[in-house]
C-alpha cells in the first residue's frame, strides 16, 4: 500500500554531514508520523525523529537533539533527515517509517511501513 524509499547514506568522518531522504509512493496518509529509525548491528531498533505530515510538528530522541532536523515536502511525499555533527556512534542503517499518528512515535513495532534503509557510516 505504501512504498517507502531512502537515500542520502554513505561515509562520512566524524563531523560531518549527510542528509537522508525518503520517498514515499503508493496509498499515502493524510496524518501520519512519518518517522526516522535507525539500527546498529547486534543492537535494537531505535527511534531518531519524526514529523507529523498534517501540522509539520517534529520530535527528537534526545541523543540528536541539537543535531539532526527532519522536515518533509508534501508536493514530493518526501521526508528529510537533515544530519550534522555526526558522531561514530551515529553509525547504523536508518529507515524510515509511517503509520497513523498515536501514542509513543519511537516504538518500532508500531509501525506499518518500513523502508529498506540506507547506511550511514561514521568514521573518527
Known amino acids: 500500500q505504501v512504498q517507502l524509499v531512502e537515500s542520502g547514506g554513505g561515509s562520512v568522518q566524524a563531523g560531518g554531514s549527510l542528509r537522508l531522504s525518503c520517498a514515499a509512493s503508493g496509498y499515502t496518509y493524510s496524518n501520519a508520523y512519518m518517522a526516522w529509525f535507525r539500527q546498529a548491528p547486534g543492537k535494537e531498533r531505535e527511534g531518531v525523529a519524526v514529523?507529523?505530515?498534517?501540522?509539520?510538528?517534529?520530535d527528537y530522541r534526545d541523543f540528536v537533539k541539537g543535531r539532526f532536523t527532519i522536515s518533509q515536502d508534501n508536493a514530493k511525499n518526501t521526508v528529510y533527515l537533515q544530519m550534522n555533527e555526526l558522531k561514530p556512534e551515529d553509525t547504523a542503517r536508518y529507515y524510515c517509517?509511517?503509520?497513523?499518528?498515536?501514542?509513543?512515535?519511537?516504538?518500532?513495532?508500531?509501525?506499518?511501513?518500513w523502508g529498506q534503509g540506507t547506511q550511514v557510516t561514521v568514521s573518527s
Open positions: 514529523i507529523v505530515t498534517t501540522n509539520g510538528n517534529t
Open positions: 517509517a509511517v503509520r497513523t499518528p498515536g501514542g509513543l512515535w519511537y516504538d518500532a513495532l508500531s509501525y506499518n511501513y
